[in-house]
């Protein structure tokens, strides 16, 4: 009952197909500036550090996850259909041997990796028997193929 009122209220079915187009190119502009922000942030902040010295790691967490266009009939978030489920996690190092540049991995990640992945830049021993309780991943150690790729998150 709960999907289908979801659905209900959800439903882009009776939209006219003008109305889908411009719903449909508002999210992509959404997104676009979205994607043109991140950027900026990024090439300020490797700026800054450079122009102080300093290293960094950046990991940016998409949490926003996609968007229904019209797929099952819905323009919303809604999980656990495809879309839904598709995030994104940017990783960002001064450390180019540990996190090289321009690597796109499309293994499944979550967003418990962040934490993992932050505190190992850190230099935190992440195997120690006092954070096992972390549910996630390092990050890096699965761009560099450390770990097996996982088969659903």
């Given at each position: 009952p709960q999907?289908?009122?979801?659905?209900?209220?959800?439903?882009?079915?009776?939209?006219?197909?003008?109305?889908?187009?411009?719903?449909?190119?508002?999210?992509?502009?959404?997104?676009?500036y979205g994607d043109a922000l991140i950027g900026d942030a990024v090439a300020a902040f490797k700026e800054y550090c450079k122009k102080n010295k300093q290293e960094y790691l950046i990991v940016f967490v998409v949490g926003d996850?996609?968007?229904?266009?019209g797929e099952q009939?819905?323009?919303a978030k809604f999980s656990p259909?495809?879309?839904?489920?598709?995030?994104?996690?940017?990783?960002?190092?001064?450390?180019?041997?540990?996190i090289p540049e321009g690597i796109v991995n499309t293994?499944?990640?979550e967003y418990v990796d962040a934490a993992p992945t932050i505190l190992e830049a850190a230099n935190?021993?992440?195997?120690d028997k006092k954070y096992e309780y972390l549910d996630g991943i390092?990050?890096?150690?699965?761009?560099?193929?450390?770990?097996?790729?996982?088969?659903?998150?």
């Open positions: 999907l289908l009122k979801l659905f209900k209220n959800l439903n882009m079915t009776n939209m006219t197909d003008k109305e889908k187009q411009q719903a449909i190119q508002d999210y992509y502009a959404f997104c676009a996850h996609g968007w229904h266009l009939g819905i323009e259909w495809r879309q839904s489920t598709q995030g994104a996690m940017i990783v960002v190092s001064s450390n180019k041997k540990e293994n499944f990640v935190i021993p992440i195997d390092s990050l890096k150690r699965l761009i560099q193929g450390q770990v097996q790729k996982r088969d659903y998150i």
